[in-house]
Structure formats: structure tokens, C-alpha cells
């Protein structure tokens, strides 16, 4: 109850200084009146075009938007970014491709064979050139959950090391016992997903646990997308971070099996998928032996990949506390191209994630004519590798080139509002941190409000850059478009998420569209700027809330950095 108490107290003090700052609409603010549509539009159209070639790392669409990138923070009068002098940070990848796979199960004198990609889609990033794993046991470990706070796990007195395990994606979804209509909130969030409900932690548990493989089943509604998206995301070149060895610790073979090709595994193992989905939902759930073996085997191309983070730095003009910083993150890679492809083949993620390089680099505008400067620092963070896996984000993190504990958050913008204006805006993970208390207050000054996730179960707060700072402790905003369109009808904006991940999200199509509407995302925009500017000019640090998982590590960051 005192660290209630203490929390209590110390929002109250956080408002009131929110409060107490200007109350004048932030859209009239002199800077950020150069935040406009058309600037907007401008360099979403030049990053999207086919002469940046999908923006992926380690490809001439690399060194075109690195050179784009920096020539517009040079052009604003910014500082670089690294305390080198340059505008780089080089973030050290291992590009690799699958270039043969091949999967089958044994079960009796039966073989079922797995046909890529159509059956499944595997991946080894044991940054070794050929795995293969013979006469491997498969298991089902239901959810693949390990979760003490909750009294969950899925691997309960069975030794996994040297099997292959088939999961289920996303977290548990366990009815709740008063409505079994609902998910029980008591358990993984109820409809929010968690980590454990994210691919990465599954095949970090699988590692964890020593399974030579691991196949998740995917299906489209827990998982977010459809299987299409997988292929083509896994069926490309993939990245990680480069390492020093072979990580010999992770499971040799990460891979997703489609639905159907599962279905067929069990009920040649005797088994009925659907009764052990359901049976997976229980605490007192235990891993499964499937009558089957397993022969899989990935070979794959590999390249080293001298990527990078464009960094600019705008220097806070109070001479103590300029050695702090806000960051604004957005990744500037995509997908890049695939000549397999009948006719077009290039992802320009116009979308995804175009419109959020352009949002960084309006902002940075704002910013960079504003005087004098605020008292603490901004850094703008255009980051790589944002699609295979956070990896730009997670480097930043792992070797920053400011000290985190100096850095009150991360305000990280993700695919912008592209169709116009809203009365709300949405805050992906509402309720994490003081921040949404901020971006309350500054959007209640625009006549808006603030929702949560309307698709929660997606975990789209453990799904872009801000997650990596989240993880280290930084407190993390990321604002998605509101819900509610001005002029529209009521379910506009679901019909438009709707459309927009079933035709474009990862695909080629995710182009400039003639019925976007940025009038919308400026607005956003300019709420954003405001709410970097008031934690440039205030006098406490953003915290996590009791409740938020990341609340114990900042707390011990700090009180090392503050004793």
C-alpha cells in the first residue's frame, strides 16, 4: 500500500506539472506549424518509389535511404547524431536465405512429406550454412508458455532437448469463468496479448529448452495475418545480428506449419488437433508425445551486412540537463524486392514504413526551427531491420550511443494515420507508463482522446521499435490513428485497418494510395511533437506504472544512475 501510495502521489505531482504547462493549442506553435501534408506526402512518395527498391538493408535501397536520410537532417541544420561526427551507427547483420528445405514426418511406416512453402516455412539462424535434424520425437507443448506469475507451464516434467516441438501461436486463450464468451483478464491480459504470445518468445523458450526444432501452427485470426504474409517474410532473405560463433544454443530449425498440414500430423499420430487445442487451455496441460519422427533440414546462403541507424541530434540548450534526450524512433527499412515475382516486384512499404520516416523527418523540422531549443536534448532515430526482427531497435538498446538511463522515453512512430482526421488517437499499450497521462493531456488541449488498442489481441505493443527501449527499461510511446474518423461512419476506420492488412500489409500493393488524407496525420504529428517538447521542458522523468512489466528494470537503471 505505501508504493500505492508513493505511486499515487507521484502522478499527482507528474499532472500537475503537465497542467501547469502552457495550455495553448500546440497546433498554433509557431514550429510545428511546418508540419504539413504535403511535406509529408513528399517524402513518403520518394522513399516508396521503385529507385529505393524496398528499402531493404544490405541493398543499393539501403544506401539510397541512408544518403536521403541524412542529406534532409544535414538540410535541417541538425547535429549528427553519433558522438563520432557522423550520422551513422553501423549495425553489424548476418544476412541469410533458406536456398533448400526440405521437412517430412514418420509416423508408423507413413511419411508426410511437407511441401515449401505451401505446407510450412522454415528459417535456421544458427548462422550455420546447413542444419538437419533425423529421427527427432515431436511433441506438443500446447501454447508453449512458461509463465511463473500466472502458475503456467507448458513444458511440465517432459524433457524436450533434441525434439522437435509444435506450438500454437499467440498467448492461451482462456475463457473466463464468469462469461465464457470472454477471455478471463486474470490470465496473459485476457484478449491483450502478451509476450508469451509472440513467435520471438516461442522460439526463445524452444532454445531455452533445448529442442532441436520448433514448428508453430499458424492460424490467421490469433496470429494477426494471414499465412501469406509468413511466406513471404520468411521466404525472403532474413537478418540477425552478427555474432561472434555459431549460437549452437538456439533451436537449429524455427519454422510454421500451416493449419491443414497440422491437422493431418495429429490424426496420423491418433491424435485430434482441436481436442488438444482445447486441452491446451488448462494450467494442468501437459506436453504431448506425438507418434511421429521428424526429418528437417535447412541449407542457406549467408552474407555479412554492414547496416545502419541514421542518427540526428537537435542539442538541448540548458547546460545540464542537455546531456538528456527524448527519442523518436521510425524504421526506414522494408521488405525490397523479389524478381520471382510476376510483374511487380517491389515491396515499397509506402505504408509501412515510408509514412513513419516521414513523420520523423516533419517533426524533426518542427524541432529544428524552434527557439531557442528545449532544455533537454532530441535525438530523430531512423532505424534498420525493423522487419527482421527489431534488430535496429535492439542494437540501439544493447549499445546506445547516449546512456539509457539519460533517456526519459521513446516516442516511436509506426505506419501513420493515411486517412484523415480523427477524435481520437490511439495509444498501443495504454496504460504502460505516465507518457499516456501526457498524451492525454496535450490531446485533450486538441479537443481529442486518448482509446487503447481496439485490436489488442495482435500484441502490436511487442511488435515494433519501441518494444527493444521498453525492454531495457525506457519508458515507450507508440501511437497508432484513432478509431473514430471525422465525417466518416462509425466503423470507417475499422473497414480501412480491415482493408489496408488483408491487401497490402507486407505485400507489393503497399503503395501511395489517391484516397489518403494526411490532414489527419498532421494532427497526430504536431500531438506527438508536443508531447517530446513538454519532456524536453519538465522537470521529472516518465515512469512505468505499478502494474507495467518494465517498471522493476527502469527503477534499478535509474536508482545506478541516481543513487
Not at 89 to 97: A, I, R, S, Y
Not at 106 to 126: E, F, H, N, T
Amino acid at each position: 500500500m505505501r508504493s500505492m501510495t508513493r505511486w499515487r502521489g507521484g502522478l499527482a505531482v507528474w499532472l500537475s506539472l503537465v497542467t501547469a504547462a502552457t495550455a495553448a493549442d500546440p497546433t498554433k506553435n509557431p514550429a510545428v506549424e511546418n508540419v504539413t501534408a504535403a511535406d509529408l506526402l513528399s517524402h513518403i512518395q520518394i522513399l516508396a518509389s521503385d529507385e529505393f527498391e524496398g528499402r531493404a538493408p544490405g541493398t543499393p535501397g539501403e544506401e539510397r535511404t541512408v544518403k536521403y536520410l541524412t542529406d534532409q537532417f544535414q538540410k535541417l541544420g541538425l547535429k549528427p547524431g553519433n558522438p563520432d561526427g557522423t550520422f551513422l551507427q553501423e549495425v553489424p547483420l548476418v544476412g541469410f536465405q533458406a536456398s533448400a528445405v526440405s521437412g517430412a514426418f514418420r509416423v508408423g511406416a507413413r511419411s508426410i512429406d511437407l511441401k515449401y512453402p505451401d505446407d510450412w516455412v522454415a528459417v535456421s539462424r544458427r548462422m550455420a550454412q546447413e542444419v538437419k535434424i533425423e529421427n527427432s520425437d515431436v511433441v506438443f507443448v500446447g501454447y508453449g508458455v512458461v509463465a511463473p506469475e500466472y502458475g503456467w507451464d507448458d513444458y511440465k516434467d517432459v524433457d524436450v532437448r533434441g525434439k522437435t516441438i509444435v506450438m500454437l501461436v499467440n498467448d492461451p486463450a482462456v475463457p473466463d469463468p464468469k462469461d465464457p464468451t470472454q477471455l478471463d483478464p486474470a490470465l496473459f491480459k485476457g484478449k491483450a496479448m502478451t509476450y508469451y504470445g509472440r513467435w520471438t518468445y516461442k522460439y526463445e523458450i524452444a532454445s531455452e529448452k533445448g529442442a532441436a526444432a520448433a514448428l508453430l501452427v499458424h492460424e490467421t485470426g490469433p496470429a494477426g495475418y494471414p499465412y501469406s504474409v509468413v511466406v513471404g517474410s520468411w521466404g525472403r532473405e532474413n537478418f540477425d545480428i552478427r555474432q561472434a560463433v555459431e549460437d549452437k544454443g538456439r533451436v537449429a530449425v524455427e519454422a510454421w506449419i500451416g493449419l491443414e498440414p497440422a491437422k493431418q500430423l495429429f490424426a496420423a499420430s491418433g491424435q485430434d488437433f482441436d481436442a488438444l487445442k482445447k486441452a491446451a487451455l488448462s494450467k494442468d496441460f501437459r506436453p504431448v508425445p506425438l507418434n511421429a519422427k521428424a526429418r528437417l533440414s535447412v541449407k542457406s546462403t549467408m552474407r555479412e551486412v554492414k547496416s545502419r541507424n541514421v542518427v540526428a541530434r537537435l542539442e538541448g540548450s540548458d547546460p545540464e540537463r542537455k546531456k538528456e534526450q527524448i527519442i523518436y524512433t521510425a524504421h526506414w527499412d522494408h521488405l525490397g524486392r523479389d524478381d520471382s515475382l510476376p510483374g511487380d516486384k517491389i515491396f515499397n512499404g509506402a505504408a509501412d514504413n515510408a509514412s513513419g520516416v516521414a513523420a520523423l523527418l516533419e517533426i524533426a523540422k518542427a524541432f529544428a526551427k524552434l527557439q531557442p531549443p528545449p532544455k533537454r536534448s532530441i535525438l530523430f532515430l531512423a532505424l534498420t531491420a525493423e522487419e527482421q526482427g527489431l534488430l535496429g531497435a535492439k542494437y540501439y538498446a544493447e549499445h546506445p550511443l547516449y546512456p539509457l538511463a539519460e533517456t526519459l522515453a521513446d516516442i516511436n512512430m509506426d505506419v501513420i494515420n493515411l486517412w484523415g482526421p480523427t477524435h481520437d488517437i490511439t495509444s498501443v499499450g495504454l496504460g504502460q507508463s505516465t507518457l499516456d497521462d501526457l498524451l492525454r493531456e496535450v490531446a485533450q488541449v486538441q479537443g481529442r482522446v486518448v482509446i487503447p488498442d481496439a485490436e489488442p489481441e495482435k500484441g502490436l505493443f511487442y511488435r515494433s521499435d519501441h518494444f527493444e527501449f521498453a525492454k531495457q527499461g525506457v519508458p515507450a510511446l507508440n501511437v497508432k490513428a484513432g478509431v473514430s474518423y471525422v465525417g466518416k461512419p462509425e466503423d470507417f476506420g475499422r473497414l480501412k485497418r480491415e482493408e489496408y492488412t488483408q491487401n497490402d500489409y507486407h505485400k507489393v500493393s503497399d503503395q501511395v494510395k489517391p484516397d489518403w488524407d494526411l490532414t489527419g496525420a498532421v494532427e497526430d504529428l504536431k500531438l506527438l511533437w508536443e508531447v517530446g517538447h513538454r519532456l524536453a521542458e519538465g522537470d521529472r522523468f516518465p515512469e512505468w506504472t505499478p502494474s507495467s512489466e518494465f517498471r522493476e528494470r527502469r527503477e534499478a537503471m535509474l536508482k545506478k544512475y541516481r543513487p
